[in-house]
């Protein structure tokens, strides 16, 4: 169960994320996709934040996902210097492709037929 700290810097994480993928996010990934932040898990000392992303507009989901994991370093000190008075330390940060909606339209497929 996570502690209301870590959950507090999740949201702060998965909003501030949302806005940064929103405005630049053509730069970000060098393709014109959508990305949404959908889930973000902190560690208990919170020292690791897991970003999980739902990617529109591309079949190369994975494509995606490795240019935004090569620019890492980019992104987290983007974050830190939007947070940097509301959080001592800027977790690491690492990306994975949430297909919860692929799943979704998976099930939602075979039981139309």
Known sequence: MESIRQQKISRLLQKDLGELF??????????????????????????????????FGTEEKES???????????????IGKKLRH?????????????????YIDKIDELLDH
Do not use: H
């Open 22 to 55: 929103q405005k630049e996010g053509a730069s970000v990934t060098d393709k014109k996709v959508m990305i949404t932040v959908t889930k973000v898990k902190v560690t208990k000392d919170l020292q690791l934040a897991d970003i999980f992303l739902s990617i």
């Open 64 to 78: 995606v996902i490795e240019t935004i994991n090569q620019k890492t370093a980019e992104i987290r000190y983007t």
């Open 86 to 102: 509301q959080l001592r330390a800027i977790p690491q940060l690492r990306f994975f492709i949430d297909d919860s909606l692929d």
